[in-house]
């Protein structure tokens, strides 16, 4: 029985049905990156073809009120992904809700990507991640913005690092730019009494940070003697003040130019984000540059509220806008106005650590990010951990996130905290 043989097309349709061996062929005569591209375009091994879940607690040590409720100290949940394609190829992300930040819990993490995001992504292709957003977009519906962002960015993340490992290209060179860094981090005080923020303070310095980010409202009194006190300690350091939401607006409008004159330089989140006159009327007095975090998840709310003139810049994090791809994004748009952008995070474990470092490297970010896993966190689920000394953090290098995730450590990590088991879409 004679086969048949197709003509061989690099541009048509036909492309997809390659074999290796006629791929080789043409690859002879066709330019590197396009034969690549094709071939993975055109593969269905390139395809995702399964992704794992993994639920985990990263211990924690030190007080921080995003980690206790309650039944005591929840832990940094976690949900890890590992993305896989046919080809083997793999791809790692991490979620990280937590309910005293966000409605976003471990287990609805879990399950928002186990039956709606993770069954959506099956048969994706993994390079075209602007696709996978809006294929996200349709299997869970926004509210008034992007639904479940924090669920949302382990599988962004994930997407980026596969990505760029099947381009053997790192973050930043799939965006063009440079890898930047180190990153001097900032020193999280988070105290209920000034003897408590001095210790912080004292422990601060003594690994080499001199940068500090205080955790303020709603006692308006304690807040402005805790900033005055660090910065007795921190002279010339950069002091960030971030409210989480917690006063309300007349409470704000006072206390921002005490804060201003006890030595802070920024003010982050001093209202809930539905308090848009609240916002406005704070930029408009001027003490301080008022910075928004909580409720800007996708552009379309960062655009708007920068139309409104409710803020003067915004605290970056990846994982509270469902992921890199939107985060890159916003960076652009603070940029273009004309605002000012720093670098934060959800006490990020390791691998959503590595995405923000590269995004924040990749755009030159010189402030100090308040990255505070290091900080807070006991526990790593990397081959070789992230370069951190005297308070500063290097940009991983290498392709995607530039970390090779242990598995086993992973696995062990889960039963030791959520004795939980993987979840296999
Ligand atoms: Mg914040």
């Not at 180190?182 to 004292?202: H, Y």
């Not at 006063?247 to 802070?264: C, E, F, I, N, S």
Request: aromatic residues 6%; glycine residues 10%; positive net charge.
């Amino acid at each position: 029985m004679k086969s048949k043989t197709k003509p061989v097309s690099v541009v048509s349709g036909d492309s997809r049905r390659l074999s290796r061996r006629q791929l080789l062929r043409t690859s002879a005569v066709a330019p590197l990156g396009l034969i690549t591209a094709l071939a993975w375009a055109g593969q269905s091994s390139a395809k995702i073809e399964h992704i794992e879940l993994f639920a985990v607690r990263y211990p924690t040590k030190g007080y921080f009120k995003f980690f206790t409720g309650p039944g005591g100290s929840y832990g940094r949940g976690a949900v890890i992904v590992k993305i896989t394609t046919g080809g083997g190829a793999v791809g790692w992300g991490q979620s990280i809700p937590s309910p005293m930040w966000s409605y976003e819990t471990l287990e609805t993490a879990t399950i928002v990507m186990r039956d709606y995001l993770g069954p959506a992504l099956r048969g994706h292709d993994p390079l075209d991640i602007d696709r996978a957003h809006e294929v996200m977009d349709r299997a869970l519906a926004p509210g008034f913005s992007t639904a479940m962002p924090i669920a949302r960015s382990g599988l962004d993340m994930a997407l980026h690092d596969l990505a760029g490992k099947l381009r053997n290209q790192s973050l930043s060179q799939m965006w063009h730019r440079p890898r930047g860094g180190p990153l001097k981090l900032s020193w999280t005080v988070n105290a209920r009494t000034l003897d408590e923020a001095q210790k912080v303070i004292d422990d601060g310095y003594s690994r080499g940070y001199s940068n500090f980010n205080i955790k303020v409202a709603p006692d308006p009194k304690f807040d402005v003697a805790l900033a005055g006190l660090v910065r007795k300690c921190a002279p010339d350091g950069f002091l960030w003040a971030d409210a989480n939401g917690g006063y309300d607006p007349a409470t704000a409008l006072k206390v921002a130019p005490r804060l201003a004159d006890a030595g802070v330089d920024v003010l982050e989140a001093p209202l809930r984000p539905n308090r848009i006159s609240g916002y406005q009327a704070l930029k408009r007095q001027g003490a301080l540059p008022i910075l928004m975090d909580e409720g800007v998840v996708s552009p379309v709310e960062l655009t708007e509220f920068i139309r409104l003139k409710m803020l003067d810049g915004l605290a970056m994090k990846p994982s509270r806008c469902g992921g890199l791809f939107v985060a890159k994004q916003q960076i652009e748009i603070i940029l273009d106005a004309g605002l000012m952008w720093l670098g934060s995070g959800l006490t990020d474990p390791d691998i959503s650590m590595a995405a923000a470092l590269a995004l924040y490297g990749a755009f030159g970010l010189n402030k100090p990010v308040a990255l505070n896993g290091p900080q807070f966190l006991t526990a790593d689920v990397l081959a070789k951990p992230l370069t951190i000394k005297d308070g500063s953090a290097a940009v991983p290098d290498g392709p995607g996130l530039g970390i090779e995730v242990d598995e086993e450590k992973v696995v062990e990590l889960m039963k030791e905290t959520t004795n939980s088991k993987r979840i296999v879409i």
